[in-house]
């Protein structure tokens, strides 16, 4: 068992017995670990993750930016919500729910200032849901993506 999988049994367990406001401390660490974004000694890194991550083009250096999901998550949280409150959820439903809205990247604090703190609205009333509509909204472009 890969520490991913550990991290994705603990998200597994909240979204079983409903403890939603517990979700999002395991969900940086999740894609950390599945992302390979850790230490020498298999620890979750920021460094790391901000030094890798896709980056903002208005960057020059990553030493000051800050890490911002595509997605909130609470937004990933409410989606599982949804396919849990919906009798759907299961082991892969769930896992693909994070690998598909769970995604996160390196902008400057004046782009954070410039991103609404939830997805748009029409987001949410479709089936497709792309990931950078936030960002897009924003006019914020992201390299690597």
Known sequence: MTDADIELQHIWLE?????????S???????CYQHNLVTKSNKVCWETARANLPVSASIQTRKNAIIEPLIPE????????TIHKDGDMTWEAMQKTLNDFLHYVVISKSE???LKPNMPAN?????????MARFEQAGITIQGN
Request: proline share 3%; no cysteine.
């Open 15 to 23: 979204v079983q017995t409903e403890r939603w406001q517990n979700l």
């Open 74 to 81: 609470n937004a990933v949280i409410g989606l599982l919500k």
């Open 112 to 114: 954070k200032v410039l």
């Open 25 to 31: 401390r395991f969900l940086f660490s999740y894609y």
């Open 123 to 131: 987001w949410y009333q479709h089936d497709h849901k792309p990931v």
